[in-house]
């Protein structure tokens, strides 16, 4: 009992932080002031601190999808005519990645960038939530990779008493080397240590030229920009002739990856064209968002009044789990953070629905073990014990669902949309969740608050 207490407190400490972190934007709270109202305005908190020389800045704020927050989507069309077709998809993902950084780079909030592969049609479709300036977002997306190797300006490494030189685009020149030049690049792993690294495979002009530079540069750093940004800046060892290239360095295989696909992006650039452009008016979103949060708020009082008419104070008790359920829930939204979209908020509303439910299965296994005749304390226990299997198989086969539907390997032959995936992480979310709420939750409140039915003298003993 000491144990179930002690995690009763920590609920209710965890509900009142989960309570600052849900708060809405501009919340005022009108305070009596001896014969005045003092109002104060509450925000969700702010992280902005250092630990450990690591800058950590977080925002709990809610990140609103294109269909609530209105902005512009555009699909764009990857012009294929001269690639291979084992470099397509390659291509693709490349063009996708320089778009993404160029979205991101501009400030966005929460942009939706992703490629969708039907037959011998290769598309990326771009979200930009808040850019209401058509014009604006198409120059943005639709500008060709720029890739470029650039030398470092002496006198400007010389002036710096920098421990670490940065180069920039100021601070370096062309080497006559661009993106035209290169064959392709792509991951491999050291014969001898087995460290990722980066290989470049150059044109046989293009080979002519680097060879030329690796001569003048030996010893030097030789950086690489893609859209004017330095992605890297290797340090030449040696001469190059062969036209086969290796950056080296600490590079996991992610990052390894990474720097492979946005050299590729310039090696590799894909024309793209506009198919569709479409502006979502921000009123539009409010308006959703309205009627979306006056639908789940009569939903969860009819959900609530039910709870409380059929089961009584074991009701009040679930409704007080499912209030803990909606703040981890929506504190869950703003941490990790999830773009909410309109699909999403149905896949919350859902899972309001599927957490309720395990609360069903447990009431309605305790009424049968109290009809045997059980004490209502042990009969408790058999009612969440009894109903585990089948809220587990029920909520698991739920997740299953929701992975393949969000897609997590971006696989062609799944769900791609945006929206789909919206509605698959807020039911992922939500079903995970009322797992910990249904059994962890309820049954905490139930040991410490619930004193047994009423009218069953000597069943509380």
Do not use: C
């Not at 966005?108 to 808040?130: M, N």
């Not at 064959?183 to 044109?203: A, D, R």
């Not at 990052?255 to 310039?266: F, H, P, R, Y």
């Amino acid at each position: 009992m000491k144990h179930t207490k002690r995690t009763f407190v920590l609920l209710l400490v965890l509900a009142l932080i989960l309570g600052v972190i849900v708060i809405p934007q501009n919340t005022k709270i009108a305070i009596p002031f001896g014969t005045t109202k003092q109002v104060i305005t509450l925000n969700p908190p702010t992280i902005d601190t250092q630990i450990f020389g690591m800058k950590i800045k977080k925002d709990f704020t809610t990140h609103l999808g294109l269909d609530l927050a209105g902005g512009t989507q555009v699909s764009l069309e990857a012009d294929m005519t001269g690639i291979a077709a084992a470099d397509r998809l390659d291509s693709l993902e490349s063009a996708k990645q320089v778009i993404e950084r160029r979205v991101n780079f501009f400030g966005v909030s929460e942009p939706v960038v992703q490629s969708a592969v039907s037959g011998d049609t290769y598309r990326i479709l771009v979200e930009l939530p808040g850019i209401t300036n058509t014009e604006e977002a198409l120059a943005l997306v639709g500008q060709t990779a720029n890739l470029e190797f650039r030398e470092i300006i002496e006198e400007a490494q010389v002036a710096t008493s920098a421990a670490y030189f940065m180069p920039t685009l100021e601070n370096t020149k062309p080497v006559g080397v661009s993106g035209k030049d290169l064959k392709k690049s792509s991951l491999q792993f050291n014969s001898q240590s087995g460290e990722p690294e980066v290989e470049i495979l150059f044109t046989p002009e293009g080979a002519k030229k680097f060879a030329d530079v690796t001569k003048r540069l030996i010893g030097k750093p030789l950086a690489i920009f893609l859209d004017d940004v330095i992605v890297t800046a290797p340090k030449v060892s040696t001469e190059i002739t062969d036209g086969q290239a290796v950056i080296t360095g600490s590079f996991t295989v992610d990052s390894a990856k990474q720097l492979a696909i946005q050299l590729n992006a310039g090696a590799l650039p894909v024309p793209v064209k506009v198919v569709e452009k479409r502006t979502i008016g921000a009123t539009l979103g409010a308006e959703s968002v309205l009627k979306s949060t006056r639908a789940g708020v009569i939903g969860l009082g009819i959900v609530a009044v039910f709870m409380i008419v059929e089961y009584g104070v074991l009701g009040l008790l679930a409704d007080f789990a499912l209030i803990m359920y909606g703040l981890i829930t929506l504190a869950l939204y703003r941490i990790i953070p999830v773009t909410l979209t309109l699909p999403g908020i149905a896949g919350f509303i859902l899972s309001i629905g599927m957490a309720v439910d395990s609360n069903i299965l447990i009431f309605s296994r305790y009424k049968e073990e109290l009809r045997k005749g059980k004490p209502w304390q042990i009969a408790m226990e058999l009612g969440f014990g009894k109903a585990w299997d089948s809220i587990r198989d029920a909520n698991f086969t739920t997740i299953i669902t929701s992975i393949i539907l969000f897609n997590p390997g971006n696989w062609t032959f799944l769900p791609t949309s945006g929206l789909v995936r919206g509605f698959a992480a807020t039911l992922f979310i939500g079903v995970v969740t009322s797992l910990f709420t249904g059994i962890v939750v309820t049954r905490t409140f139930i040991r410490v608050l619930y004193k047994g039915p009423r009218g069953k003298k000597g069943e509380n003993a």
